[in-house]
């Protein structure tokens, strides 16, 4: 399924020409290859607005981007496709010491995912493509930023740097890696993703870097990890919600809404996220029907949920059990 403060150091164009580095019908197969694969990424973080690139990773709108872009807490995320078009995004999860963050549009039209190259298999010399949303380019003229060079090296960071905070084994490139790619695909002369840009580099080198896809294939299972719905059984005196959850990506995901239960008249809706119980923050569905347990029929409850990436105060009647 699953396929600046220092900004001055983060731009460089590849100074090797396209020419010595295969033909020019490659390069075109590549880029129509991936070209409706790659998005562009705005959210809005806690010390402001971001944004940057992203990338299908499967057929159900599962994005990879760097946590750089999105970070914990964002809020407002918005994801353009091509055409181009906006939709909102939800946050599935985040690993900052990975960089990453996995996001989830539902998008009109199905759109092609990458597919994962093995960035073990990579050596010093082979051609490599950036493409991204470098300055806003598929937001404004719905078109990636398209970059070739050569892998130009393969060693550790030892120290985060430019707002990055991944540090470990990174593939170099010669390929432009511009303002607005972080989170973009690094990719092999197949058009296979074997990285994706990070902010951090080496202050010896100045060239682009990108994580090796390799090590986060893991990372990317255990946040995409989901539980089975859940949902309390009430008393014929208890209030009922009416709706089932599951715990995705360190989220309160309702999975599913009970026709014309309390929930579904509060105009709560499946794939909203629970994010509070009166004033209690939830980090799993245990915690939210711990706390509805023993609640009475009438009883009033406010839940603040995310819909569409804005959050709302839902006030809900429970019902009795019918």
Known sequence: MIRFGAASLVMFVGGLSA????????????????????????????????SGTGTLIDS????????????????????WVAGPRMVPAELVGTSKRDE????????????????????????IGEVSYTVGNAANS????????FNVGILSGLYPLSEPRAN???TGLVLETTAAVNVGMEGAPLLNSEGKMIGFVTLN????????????????????EKLTKTTTPTNHTPTEEEGFLGLKTKDE???????????????????????DSILALGRKKLRNSEELWALLKGMKAGDIVWLTIEADGEPLNVKIELKGKE
């Open 249 to 271: 990506g360190g989220r309160v995901v309702v999975a599913e809404v009970e026709p014309n239960g309390s929930a579904d008249r509060a105009g709560i809706r499946a794939g």
């Open 60 to 79: 159900e709108g599962l994005i990879l981007t760097s946590y750089s872009v999105v970070p914990e807490g964002s809020r407002k995320i918005r994801v």
């Open 164 to 166: 990055s905070s991944y």
């Open 138 to 145: 598929i937001i404004v003229d719905d078109q990636p930023s």
């Open 201 to 220: 580099y080496s202050p010896n080198r100045f060239l682009g870097n990108a994580i090796p896809i390799d090590s986060q294939k893991y990372v990317i």
């Open 19 to 50: 020419s010595a580095q295969g033909s020019d019908w490659d390069h075109q197969k590549v880029y129509e290859k991936v070209r409706r694969s790659v998005v562009a990424i705005r959210a809005m973080a806690p010390l402001g607005e971001r």
């Open 100 to 123: 990453l963050t996995l996001l989830r549009i539902r998008p009109k039209h199905a759109l092609p995912p990458i597919e994962f190259g093995e960035s073990g298999r990579v050596k």
